[in-house]
């Protein structure tokens, strides 16, 4: 896919070109899904989404370990309800017949 030859196809070589060159130096990624494009597909079509989680998550802005990252309350034990849906697996086909249409052409 970043293979087309147009202004879609460029920016999203340029904006996804280091994360692109750390999986594939790690040789440890069968597939390489960034994060921004991926979350584009489960917007677009929650058939994409395979498997998630609801759990509790906040933005911890002061703390003792970390500053402005977000905290997933993954056992429960603070609890709140749930207030974000995690996505963990795809549909990795969809996902990346999705992709392919929004590159290959100026229409989605």
Same mark, same amino acid.
């Given at each position: 896919m970043?293979?087309?030859?147009?202004? =879609?196809?460029?920016?999203?070589?340029? !904006?996804d070109?280091?994360?692109?060159?750390?999986?594939?130096?790690?040789?440890?990624?069968a597939?390489?899904?960034?994060?921004?494009?991926?979350?584009?597909?489960?917007? !677009?079509?929650d058939?994409? !989404?395979?498997?998630?989680?609801?759990?509790?998550?906040?933005?911890?802005?002061?703390?003792?370990?970390t500053r402005?990252?977000?905290v997933?309350?993954?056992?429960?034990?603070?609890?709140?309800?749930?207030?974000?849906?995690?996505?963990?697996?795809?549909?990795?086909?969809?996902?990346?017949?999705?992709?392919? =249409?929004?590159?290959?052409?100026?229409?989605?």
């Amino acid at each position: 896919m970043r293979s087309y030859s147009n202004a =879609r196809s460029h920016s999203m070589k340029l !904006i996804d070109a280091h994360s692109v060159n750390y999986a594939k130096d790690m040789k440890k990624y069968a597939t390489f899904v960034p994060a921004d494009e991926a979350c584009m597909a489960c917007v !677009i079509s929650d058939d994409v !989404i395979t498997k998630c989680v609801h759990v509790y998550a906040t933005v911890e802005l002061h703390g003792t370990y970390t500053r402005a990252q977000m905290v997933v309350d993954w056992g429960g034990h603070l609890g709140m309800p749930d207030n974000v849906k995690i996505v963990t697996a795809l549909d990795q086909a969809l996902y990346e017949d999705i992709m392919e =249409r929004s590159l290959k052409t100026n229409n989605f």
